[in-house]
């Protein structure tokens, strides 16, 4: 028999990526709490798009997106001509990835930064290279030390994820100007919304030439299964990505759907406003059993057990309740649990399976 080819260098060095847990054998009322989705589900507005949509799904949908960036553009007053559109964000890391870097390049993002990084850098066949945080936060200084000559992208997230801790403006403007020529800052913004008074780093991304932002539909919006994302930046690094996205990469349904969402203002108000009261209640009724948090400003929280031990299993007798959350461990977080804040009635559910936990 002959042999098949042998893939790119770097490919086998990617680690599958693990999506947070759905099911649990032999529990049927689950209360999914592990991939900071929105306990309310996708809008209305979005479902009744997305149902009408249908009726052209013989149709190809249009490449360029016009409508769908001309909704995000007046929502966030944007130029649209800068806005492209992905599937999912991880589509438009993928691509700045796939454009950007390759063999000899390197990527930086921090330790306990998001796994796509290190997986897109990879997959472009170039080198993630990993700089320490400080107290769980992105540390400026350290990624700014682990600038090279051969650094081509630099990823932090804004909150961050799986800390949701976040950096403050005047840091992100230190990152950005102290760069190379050359190298482009992205700033993932999957949960600006969910931070008080944030606009993701889009204005910075307005303003300068090697700063690029990231949003997606899949947190606040409640569009996960639709898979439709978005970045930011100048005219030349959108034309880039333009010229090797597929042309048809999201659908008549997710194009739909995104376009409502994100014109839908109240729903996006009212779930931003429970998000933050909720955060609360889970934060407290965390400390309250004896397990700190670090502030949050995104939809989750990290809670921090004794050891890997005590987080190993209460992540087990919340399972077996049906709660399923995440631990992440292969985000350097062995002895904690990131938590997405619920609705009033899940956090509830949440706080007194970790009670019944601490009892047993
Ligand atoms: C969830 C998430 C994303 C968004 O992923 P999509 O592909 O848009 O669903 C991006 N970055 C971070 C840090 C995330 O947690």
Not at 145 to 155: M, N
Request: aromatic share 6%.
């Amino acid at each position: 028999m002959n042999a098949a080819p042998t893939p790119q260098p770097g490919i086998m060095e990617i680690e599958l990526y693990q999506g947070g847990a759905s099911k649990v054998d032999g529990v049927t009322d689950i209360l999914k709490l592990s991939s900071n989705e929105n306990p309310y589900g996708a809008p209305e507005s979005a479902r009744i798009a997305a149902a009408e949509a249908t009726q052209v799904m013989h149709l190809y949908p249009n490449t360029d997106h016009a409508s769908l960036r001309a909704a995000i553009a007046e929502v966030h007053d944007l130029d649209p001509d800068r806005i492209v559109c992905g599937v999912g964000s991880d589509e438009i890391i993928h691509l700045l990835c796939q454009a950007y870097v390759g063999p000899g390049d390197e990527v930086l993002h921090t330790e306990h930064g998001f796994l796509m990084y290190a997986i897109s850098a990879r997959a472009a066949g170039a080198t993630p290279v990993k700089v320490p945080e400080r107290d769980r936060t992105v540390d400026v200084d350290a990624l700014l030390a682990g600038v090279t000559e051969a650094t081509r992208l630099v990823f932090i997230a804004n909150p961050a994820n799986p800390t949701g801790t976040l950096l403050n403006g005047q840091d992100v403007v230190r990152l950005a100007d102290g760069l190379p020529d050359g190298c482009l800052l992205v700033l993932d913004g999957a949960y600006a919304e969910f931070a008080d008074d944030f606009d993701g780093g889009l204005g910075l991304a307005q303003h300068r030439e090697n700063v690029f932002a990231t949003r997606t539909f899949s947190k606040l919006y409640g569009l996960g299964g639709l898979r439709v994302g978005w970045g930011y930046g100048s005219r030349a690094v959108v034309d880039v990505l333009n010229r090797i996205r597929g042309p048809f990469n999201l659908s008549n349904v997710a194009l739909a759907a995104a376009e409502a969402a994100v014109r839908d203002r109240d729903f996006a108000a009212r779930c931003v406003a429970d998000n933050t009261v909720q955060r609360a209640r889970l934060r407290k009724g965390l400390a309250g059993l004896n397990l700190p948090s670090d502030p949050s400003a995104a939809n989750f929280v990290l809670a921090r057990f004794a050891d890997e031990a005590e987080a190993t299993s209460c992540d087990a007798f919340l399972k077996s309740r049906g709660v399923i959350v995440r631990h992440p461990k292969s985000y350097g977080f062995p002895d904690c649990l990131r938590i997405t804040v619920g609705d009033a009635a899940g956090v509830d559910r949440l706080l007194e399976g970790i009670a019944a936990w601490r009892e047993q």
